[in-house]
């Protein structure tokens, strides 16, 4: 039997009290001392730890940050006098897209690896924009395998990247077809390079481990490969190199040994695969496709291209087109290409790597349903490091979380652990939908409920035309 | 197909011919509303009065307030906390006891309570949880003057936006006698018990190890006084349910724990679950930390050690294979109905159909929002299809495929208010089945933390004994007598304003809704 593909987590607690939802606002003066203090019946013992936090405090930061908002202290207190509240800083954290929840539960899943858990139902809004405005479909009756207890333990995630022929040809029995390259993932994650401002020193070292902890790749720029230090010469199967438009290739030796790179697009990027596939013809190129107006249209010619290998297509950070007015966002230009693509019956040929905007781990299973063979990902390992996304050092202000001085083990295996868990989610996500393949997960679109097209069906024929999203 | 019915007279004669007969004697509960007051010392409120240093003790505002919001005792020169929970609001500046502005002093200011923004979601916004503590403290729906905008959440679709449209005037007048509010759950003319519950509704399965035995006890007792069910959820059935059997389904699960023959003949109801709206497709994982010693023997485990309940059903592969189920509990059981409990993936009419097929009694569909147990928040928001969606789809196939009469359709999955239910209705479920709201009726404040540590910490959703001791047997009981009591009255009302003497006539009347976000100029309805 083959290994398992399996990534070792431990706990890596955060270095700073969390920014958590709640707070409680202590109306400490009209005590009545009763000496019966619901603070030392909290469940959770919050009101200790913070005790001991506070003894051990070295500067000031939030206090009562891990409260559940479960409201008995305030209910119970003999004389009524504590509150509960929404933490403002809570609510400060994030950009809009990246949400406060977003960013504690990753902060948690970098924290544990474990799948987040909640009770008393979904308590969200019925539907959103972007990835909350579909849903994945399940499976009564239908597992991934019949081994195992729920079936999921048999699910391979893994994904290939290159480009496949569309058929094979035999003669006399004999494979003539020459089969092109591919790189194979255990995980359909690839972690993609940082924006710069975003971008510190230590980082990449620490990228390139939880690329090899986890099996996958990381995209690095080559102009930058000196911040890999020593580790680039070991783990260059776990390194793509990302070569811009002017910059110039590795060296024939490094190219020698890499198993995938990336090259941006622009004009004669022919000439420039020729030029990596004359010293490796084994090499994966990928072209990176920016998602601007052109960004569509671009990556369907490309596709059609038999040179291209693989199209690596990013929008912004929060999923939407870049340079123009009224952007559409990611999963629906993904979906416009893959379709496209189906419809000139060359979809299996290419291979399409996602990024930009995928936040969650749920956010990974719908953009593979959308299309994609594999996403990249940046700005959720950045906040698995405790980011709170407040754009300081966007503005040239020190980090509040420090980030820069974090340890190689802190950060690869808070990053492994993000990694590891949104392995696990995907899996939750096929079990349920009774796939043993993420590979047959791509394109999937008739095993999802999307938004639009459910409302028309069900609500659409009772009452007449949609008037507002 | 017609299930195994044909082939059941045959077997009359080696079977008893009536095994749901229990021996235990059935409990017997009034259906009567008592007031059952909030057992937190501070209730959480939609105002605030706060009282200055300017105050005098004059005490006019506690002689002014019929409410009893202010507390002067007597011997005491300082007010006790007050009673804002039943403070109207500013609803209250109309009367002539408005204590803003009696005071003397001018003292108190009343504010909306800024706590309420820590409390609930967009699915049960702060005021339809306060709304269901009152009703269940009550048992009426609560007076327009509080102000509670509860018939509605926040959620912006599905129920949240879609509205009644009422006649200006009901075209027949009714008495709230002459109309009636229950349903029958077996159709399908099989010679087995047409059983009918008095309320179109009935208490989602919630397992021991999952909630308290008082919380079970609470619903089962509630159960009795409306001539409805509850259930048991996965787990086995407690040996202290047994004066309730005449109003209890035990449910059948992936895991089959605590499955026996014994229990399955007390029922009138036994129920397979396939899967659950809170995690579709999952399977079920009760946590070592909640296998107790009582929670182990019943299920015939081991203490302390993680219990699976695997998904789906290992030996169902087919409809075939789901009717070979039935057969062995209708053989064992003669007297029960079955219910078949599902998620709503999108082929969730095909499944219905299949169902019906081989022979349950009642397709019960769990839409993916719901559920009150601990699941993978990916679950929970992203898998499976809302149950507004799940209703029309399967009512509209059940009608086209000429058996909607023939079977019943049961809806869960979110559904908080007897306004939910009776949208749910008109969308073409004939009932439903409901859980959060009881569990937010025994004070329930939908924390989520369900799973941590030891459990809940409001007492409800544990096995530990000494949080689960905060919930008492009769205080829990009356409370979910109330909250059913209320909710009757409000979907009577509102059958009164139709004109309907019955609530099965409000079923698949899509043409009495409107959807917020739509043009609303379709004529016919399903």
């Known amino acids: 039997m083959p290994k398992k593909y ?13 920014t958590g939802k709640f707070g409680i606002v202590d109306w400490r003066e009209d005590c009545a001392r009763c000496h019966n203090c619901v603070k030392k019946a909290c469940v959770y013992d919050r009101y200790r730890q913070e005790m001991q936090y506070i003894k051990d405090l070295e500067e000031f930061s939030a206090m009562f940050f891990e409260c559940m908002g479960c409201f008995s202290c305030v209910q119970k207190c003999t004389k009524g006098l504590l509150a509960l509240t929404v933490n403002p800083q809570y609510e400060r954290m994030g950009n809009g897209y990246y949400t406060p929840d977003i960013i504690l539960t990753t902060w948690n899943q970098a924290e544990t690896a474990g799948i987040p858990v909640s009770g008393a139902g979904y308590r969200g809004k019925f539907t959103g924009s972007g990835f909350d405005s579909m849903w994945t479909d399940m499976s009564e009756i239908v597992r991934p395998t019949r081994d195992g207890i729920h079936g999921r333990e048999y699910i391979s995630t893994s994904v290939d990247i290159g480009r496949k022929p569309k058929l094979l040809s035999f003669e006399n029995n004999e494979l003539t077809t020459v089969l092109p390259p591919l790189v194979d993932l255990p995980v359909p994650i690839v972690i993609d ?40 010469e070991k783990h260059l199967s776990n390194i793509a190199f990302y070569v811009g438009k002017d910059a110039s290739l590795p060296t024939p030796e490094i190219l020698g040994k890499l198993r995938l790179i990336e090259i941006a697009d622009g004009n004669g990027i022919e000439d420039r695969i020729k030029e990596i596939k004359a010293v490796n013809p084994r090499l994966v190129v990928a072209v990176r496709v920016e998602l601007d107006s052109r960004g569509e249209g671009r990556s369907i010619e490309l596709a059609r291209n038999p040179a291209i290998e693989a199209i690596h297509i990013v929008s912004d950070i929060n999923g939407n087109q870049t340079g123009v ?16 693509l189906v419809k000139d019956g060359i979809r299996d040929e290419v291979t399409i790597i996602a990024g930009g905007g995928i936040a969650l781990a749920e956010h990974m299973a719908k953009e593979i349903i959308c299309g994609a063979d594999a996403i990249a990902i940046n700005m959720p390992l950045l906040i698995g490091l405790e980011c709170r996304f407040c754009k300081s050092c966007r503005d040239g202000f020190d980090c509040p979380a420090k980030i820069e001085s974090i340890t190689a083990e802190y950060g690869a295996g808070r990053m492994t652990n993000l990694i590891a868990v949104w392995h696990d989610q995907l899996i939750e996500v096929m079990g349920a939908m009774g796939m043993r393949e993420a590979r047959r997960l791509r394109g999937e679109t008739g095993r999802a409920l999307f938004f639009e097209d459910i409302e028309e069906e069900t609500f659409g024929r009772l009452f007449g035309k949609r008037i507002s999203a | ?32 509303v008592r007031p059952a007051p909030p057992r937190y010392r501070n209730e959480i409120a939609k105002y605030i009065i706060r009282r200055s240093s300017d105050c005098t003790l004059c005490g006019r505002c506690a002689r002014v307030c019929p409410n009893g919001v202010h507390v002067l005792k007597p011997g005491y020169k300082l007010f006790s906390a007050p009673h804002l929970n039943v403070c109207i609001g500013p609803s209250c500046r109309k009367t002539d006891h408005y204590c803003i502005d009696l005071c003397p002093n001018k003292a108190l200011q009343m504010v909306e309570n800024p706590m309420l923004k820590a409390m609930g979601d967009y699915r049960w916004t702060p005021d339809m949880l306060m709304a269901t503590w009152r009703m269940a403290e009550t048992g009426e729906p609560p007076a327009p003057e509080y102000g509670y905008e509860y018939e509605t959440g926040a959620s912006g679709g599905g129920f949240d936006r879609l509205r009644f449209r009422f006649p200006e005037k009901p075209p027949v007048d009714l008495l709230d006698d002459e109309i009636d ?41 509630a159960a009795v006084a409306f001539n409805t069910f509850t259930c048991t959820g996965e787990g086995g059935y407690m040996e202290r349910m047994k004066p309730y059997d005449d109003h209890v389904i035990t449910q059948i699960a992936t895991g089959l724990f605590g499955v026996r023959e014994e229990t399955i003949q007390r029922v009138r109801i036994v129920e397979f679950k396939y899967a659950q709206g809170a995690k579709p497709g999952l399977g079920g994982h009760l946590l070592a930390d909640k296998v107790t010693p009582a929670v182990a023997r019943m299920r015939e ?42 998620s709503t993936p999108n082929d969730v009419d095909m499944v219905a159909v299949g169902s019906y097929s081989a022979g349950t009694h009642i397709v019960h569909l769990d839409g993916g929002y719901g559920g009150t147990g601990a699941a993978p928040d990916i679950a929970k928001k992203n898998i499976a299809m809302p149950i507004e969606y799940g209703i029309v789809k399967v009512h509209r196939f059940l009608t086209d495929e000429g058996i909607r009469d023939k079977v019943t359709l049961i809806a869960s999955g979110g559904l908080r208010t007897p306004h939910d239910i009776a949208k749910a209705i008109a969308l073409g479920a004939d009932g439903v089945v409901v859980g959060t709201s009881e569990l937010v009726a025994l004070g329930c404040i939908r924390c989520s933390r369900c799973e941590s540590g030891r459990g809940c910490p ?22 979910i007598i109330n909250l059913y009591s209320a909710w009757r009255k409000e979907l009577v009302a509102i059958l009164k304003r139709f004109g309907m003497r019955s609530v099965s006539e409000l079923r698949g009347r899509t043409d009495l809704l409107m959807h917020l976000d739509y043009t609303n100029d379709v004529e016919t309805h399903i």
């Not at chain 2, 096995?463 to 409370?479: H, K, N, Y």
Request: proline residues 6%.
């Open chain 1, 6 to 18: 399996h990534i070792d987590t431990k706990k890596i607690p955060p270095r700073l009290p969390k």
């Open chain 1, 325 to 340: 007015e009224k952007p559409k966002f990611i999963k629906d230009m993904t979906r416009h290409i893959h379709t496209a």
């Open chain 2, 181 to 221: 509010t229950s349903i029958v759950l077996n159709r399908r003319g099989d010679g087995r018990p047409q059983v009918k519950i008095d309320v179109p509704w009935y208490g989602g399965g919630m397992s021991f190890g999952s909630v308290s035995n008082v919380v079970q006890l609470s619903k089962a007792r």
């Open chain 1, 193 to 232: 390079m940082f924006p710069e401002e975003y971008h510190f020193p230590s980082l990449t070292p620490m990228l390139l481990a939880a690329a090899v902890n986890t099996g996958t790749m990381v995209i690095v720029d080559w102009e930058r490969h000196d911040l890999l230090g020593t580790y680039k």
């Open chain 2, 1 to 32: 197909m017609e299930g195994s019915l044909a082939r059941e007279s045959a077997l009359k004669e080696i079977l008893p011919e009536n095994t749901a007969k229990t021996l235990v004697p059935q409990a017997e509960v009034a259906r009567e």
């Open chain 2, 301 to 342: 485990t081991v203490l302390g050690i993680s219990l699976f309940s695997p998904f789906p059903f290992h030996s169902v592969y087919s409809i075939e294979d789901h009717q070979k189920h039935m057969d062995w509990i209708k053989h064992i059981n003669r007297q029960t109905l079955i219910a078949t409990k599902v």
């Open chain 2, 458 to 479: 409001r007492g409800i959703a544990t096995t530990d004994a000494e949080l689960a001791s905060d919930v008492d047997l009769e205080w829990g009981t009356q409370r």
